[in-house]
């Protein structure tokens, strides 16, 4: 029989000798013989036997792992009052136990099913009486950890005071949450000292008070609680409870970073780059990032991602850079889904992958990112890295534009206006266009006007357009001006206005960049009969429309190489820019470099070369180039070809074409 003394007195229970045999045992790492030791003791209730075998069914320590068996002895310890053994099972059973399916018991029960279930099942009784996990039951913690806590053992009060303060199992209750804190703190436990400056700090079930909170943290700080150290630093940095101190608040950083604890490896990282606290150092900064990113602290990671985009100091590295952002929007962030979405679209830090752009987008779309939103329409909308569908790119061009992106409003417009993957609504149309502008944007203006121009406006709705047009040009929209030129031109199904006032429109989208104005006001400075100007003037404003990959102006660029007009004649220049023309798809350029290659006139001869170009203009419907490929046949005795080709260049109306036929004996339709 048991005596009661056995079970009030924990020194009694460890004074016993099988007890204190099976510890030795135990600290030899003989853990069989510990378990038969106390057995004997635990046979007699020592309640302090029971609980070592719960632990050591629990690390399987001389008895084969089994949670349920663990509980079992646990339990019969709890019930003679250890402390240990009632916070083992509190824990226990707030979370439950569920035993992996790929090792230990569950492994053995699953392989011996598949071969003789009735048996696996019986021996799974024999040697797991108490079955293999254990179901979750929080009414019964709150019970096991509240006499663990009334035992005073400090880590259950400290888990009675979260658990009230969560309202775990009970009532949420801070005040009764703090009483347990307060209890455990003055047992000297670190996290109850944080748990109390926290409450403090919050007002949680006390008023706020943050000299008290301050001391709290303090003393976990000065049991090396990395939390307490990281709360001390941020109100040293606010000047809470104390005088602000940056350099206090650094070293407490430091302190917080040497236990690898992610905000206080962060926030010495920010420290350190800027000089403020820390002394300025970037490679300290460059680590301390890595060691909080390699944690998956999202501030960390994006710390990082900046960094090496902007460089600090030291050589961008935009490999990094994409490396740190798909890292964070891996784990969510949205502004690094939406960076990471650009990169993959122009292939910055990263190979050009735009399925994986779009990819991205969506992900920023579908947190809520309003840029993100429209790229992803734009890219349902052209079947760009997704298929194609315009249903999608409405509803996102929608959910942009109802968050009040302008640009997504002028789409939306624009697609009412023409009918495209919508019903033609004009009214929906104007509606949008008249929202883009109300929120402002040169843009938005220029389409409101083209929308207004293309509906046969009456005199009030031209001047309008007009208006919206002289905004947006005088914004510094340069399409405004190119249209404005092209309005007083006659060339919008309005009358012909001023032609001097139309050169002046031209001029200014000319000088602000667009590359049509830069070429029509290029070839106004040719007749200067329509401006003063020269062909030195002209050339300059072809040279930078064909930086913008114009064509016409490259092809006219390549001329005035070709012939020194405007620009000193140098025949390899006309060649690049005609291949520069070439290549944009203009058949006239095309041809001519044809007859250059065939020539070797500004260029080695390269007959080959040629006749790609001539096949090129010819497929283009060029008669000349036609005309050339049918006579290359004819000399490679191809027949059939070079009929096929002066056809097609007579149907054209190209005499040579049509004489060459007649002496071949083929006529033309």
């Not at 009052?81 to 824990?91: H, P, S, V, Y």
């Not at 096991?144 to 979260?162: D, F, R, T, V, Y």
Request: aromatic share 10%; proline share 4%.
């Amino acid at each position: 029989m048991v005596s009661l003394l056995s079970r009030l007195s924990p020194q009694a229970s460890r004074r016993d000798a099988s007890y204190r045999r099976g510890v030795a045992e135990y600290d030899q790492k003989r853990f069989k013989q510990a378990v038969s030791a106390w057995m004997h003791a635990a046979e007699k209730g020592n309640a302090d036997a029971q609980y070592r075998i719960g632990l050591c069914y629990a690390r399987n320590e001389g008895v084969a792992r089994s949670m349920p068996d663990a509980v079992v002895w646990y339990t019969r310890a709890a019930e003679g009052g250890q402390a240990d053994a009632q916070f083992q099972l509190g824990l226990i059973y707030l979370d439950g136990v569920k035993e992996p399916a790929w090792t230990g018991p569950a492994a053995w029960l699953r392989t011996s099913s598949q071969h003789n279930a009735p048996a696996a099942a019986d021996n799974l009784r024999l040697l797991f009486p108490n079955g293999l996990d254990i179901e979750p039951d929080v009414a019964r913690a709150l019970h096991w950890i509240s006499a663990a806590a009334e035992s005073g053992k400090p880590e259950a009060q400290l888990l009675m005071g979260s658990l009230c303060r969560a309202g775990r199992g009970c009532e949420q209750d801070h005040q009764e949450a703090t009483r347990w804190f307060l209890l455990a703190a003055e047992q000297g436990l670190a996290a109850a000292e944080f748990a109390m400056g926290d409450a403090y700090y919050q007002g949680l079930g006390i008023d706020v008070d943050f000299a008290a909170s301050w001391d709290w943290y303090q003393k976990a700080a000065h049991r090396d609680d990395p939390r307490a150290q990281v709360a001390l630093a941020y109100m040293a940095l606010t000047g809470q409870g104390r005088e602000p101190d940056r350099e206090a608040a650094g070293r407490l950083f430091l302190k917080a970073a040497a236990k690898n604890e992610v905000r206080g490896l962060y926030n010495a990282g920010l420290m350190y780059l800027s000089g403020e606290g820390l002394p300025q150092s970037i490679d300290k900064a460059e680590t301390f990032f890595r060691r909080a990113a390699k944690q998956e602290y999202l501030p960390a990671i994006m710390a990082l991602a900046e960094y090496h985009t902007r460089g600090n100091n030291v050589e961008p590295n935009l490999r990094e850079a994409a490396f740190w952002y798909q890292r964070a929007a891996e784990l969510g962030n949205v502004q690094a889904q939406f960076f990471t979405a650009r990169f993959f679209a122009t292939g910055t830090g990263v190979p050009p992958n735009i399925r994986e752009a779009a990819k991205w987008f969506l992900k920023a779309a579908e947190q809520g990112h309003e840029t993100a939103s429209y790229n992803t329409a734009v890219f349902y909308l052209n079947g760009t890295g997704v298929e194609q569908d315009k249903d999608k790119a409405i509803e996102w061009f929608e959910k942009a534009a109802a968050a009040g992106l302008n640009a997504a409003q002028v789409q939306l417009g624009k697609l009412y206006a023409v009918g495209d993957g919508v019903p033609k609504d004009p009214a929906r149309a104007v509606d949008w266009l008249e929202r883009a502008v109300e929120g402002g944007g040169a843009e938005a203006q220029t389409a409101l006007a083209v929308f207004l121009l293309q509906s046969e406006p009456d005199p009030q709705g031209l001047t309008r357009a007009t208006d919206l047009l002289k905004a947006a040009a005088d914004a510094g929209y340069p399409h405004a001006a190119m249209l404005l030129g092209e309005l007083c031109s006659g060339k919008l199904k309005q009358p012909a206005g001023d032609p001097a006032q139309a050169v002046q429109w031209y001029r200014r989208a000319a000088e602000g960049g667009h590359a049509e104005a830069q070429f029509l006001f290029g070839s106004l400075c040719l007749r200067e009969t329509a401006v003063k100007g020269s062909a030195e003037a002209a050339a300059s404003w072809f040279e930078k429309a064909a930086q913008r990959d114009h064509a016409a102006s490259q092809f006219q660029l390549a001329v005035m190489y070709c012939t020194g007009q405007g620009v000193p004649q140098d025949l390899a220049r006309g060649v690049a820019w005609y291949e520069h023309a070439a290549e944009l798809g203009h058949a006239v350029a095309q041809y001519n470099l044809a007859v250059m290659l065939s020539k070797g006139q500004g260029c080695d001869p390269d007959m080959a070369k040629a006749m790609t170009w001539f096949e090129a203009a010819a497929e283009k419907g060029m008669a000349e180039a036609q005309v050339a490929c049918a006579q290359n046949c004819e000399a490679t005795q191809d027949m059939a070809s070079a009929r096929r080709w002066y056809e097609a260049a007579a149907r054209s109306g190209n005499k040579v074409a049509k004489q060459r036929l007649e002496s071949i004996g083929q006529s033309v339709d």
